[in-house]
């Protein structure tokens, strides 16, 4: 049986309830696939059920014991969560060698202490070797999950010391059933889902109506802007003005459809703009998309770092109309 938190998670739940029950858990365990599949709330999941006083037979936390209180309020003594200071931030050695403490201390109310590194490939260098060092020798009664979208960005000796655990995107079908319950619009679900990849929180989050109106806004935008319609710093204070992970996630799906488009393949990520893309074929330059995306990319990792996001977006949208001639 299996009570995963997602219907997509249950082979990997029931797998570590089968660990668990013969008392094989291993002392690490690397959680790893692409955004949107809710692995850190499988994470949370696993690292509650462990700790509960009276789990359910299909391993999960009950919810009501002393345990399951404490977790919920944040306050439970065995349980630690690491992450960056913030989404643009490494996660620094201080942080491991808090970990590592926490670590030598036996267990508070059960017999396992709990720690989520999350997201594991912000570990930077003297922090991912100071964790090595733990993975080399884990505490007897300890449990280290990390979690990543991007597990080659670890050390090799770091993941060689945790049982990979890796989730996939569910079938197509299986997906958008789970979306059009939430979403009860097919056509929504459709376009989130191409969008996402196949990932159902991602291709939820996507659907969301303000994200869609913004997309749409984007797209026009751009369209104005090759036609010679709009003006480029006009254009760009108004997109700083929102500017987001989601809006520069947008931005670079319809650049990696563009460069499709003019290597000859089909539209994947804008399946609902295909028209306007095909309409872009004959004037693409793809060594200049190419630049766009990466610059865009760039932007992702700056955002929250003091960023002029107008200036840069003026930019990217100057080299955008260059490469997209109509």
Request: hydrophobic share 45%; aromatic share 4%.
């Amino acid at each position: 049986m299996s009570d995963a938190p997602y219907p997509w998670q249950r082979q990997q739940w029931s797998q570590l309830q089968a660990q668990i029950a013969q008392g094989r858990l291993p002392h690490a365990l690397l959680l790893s696939g692409i955004p949107g599949l809710g692995k850190m709330a499988f994470a949370l999941s696993l690292t509650q059920a462990i700790l509960c006083e009276q789990p359910t037979g299909e391993g999960r936390a009950c919810g009501v014991c002393r345990s399951c209180q404490l977790y919920v309020a944040g306050t439970h003594p065995d349980r630690l969560l690491v992450q960056p200071e913030s989404p643009d931030k490494p996660i620094r050695i201080d942080a491991v060698r808090g970990l590592i403490e926490f670590l030598t201390f036996s267990p508070s109310l059960k017999s396992r202490r709990v720690v989520v590194v999350q997201p594991a490939d912000a570990l930077n260098v003297f922090a991912a070797n100071s964790l090595l060092k733990t993975l080399e020798e884990p505490a007897s009664a300890a449990l280290l999950m990390l979690v990543t979208d991007r597990p080659t960005r670890l050390p090799a000796t770091v993941r060689s010391r945790c049982q990979s655990l890796r989730f996939g995107a569910p079938a197509v079908a299986e997906t958008r059933v789970w979306l059009n319950e939430r979403l009860g619009e097919a056509g929504r679900a459709t376009v989130a889902l191409a969008r996402a990849n196949g990932a159902p929180l991602a291709a939820l989050e996507y659907a969301d109506e303000a994200g869609l109106k913004q997309r749409a806004r984007l797209i026009e935008g751009l369209g104005q802007l090759v036609k010679g319609r709009a003006d480029v710093g006009e254009l760009a204070d108004e997109l700083a003005d929102t500017i987001s992970r989601t809006l520069l996630d947008t931005l670079a799906a319809w650049l990696r459809d563009l460069i499709r488009v003019g290597n000859g393949a089909g539209v994947r990520e804008n399946p609902d703009f295909e028209r306007e893309l095909l309409a872009c074929r004959e004037g693409l330059d793809l060594a200049r998309l190419f630049e766009c995306l990466d610059q865009t990319q760039r932007l992702h990792g700056l955002l929250g770092n003091g960023l002029n996001a107008a200036l840069q977006l003026e930019a990217l949208l100057i080299r955008y109309r260059a490469a997209v001639k109509q």
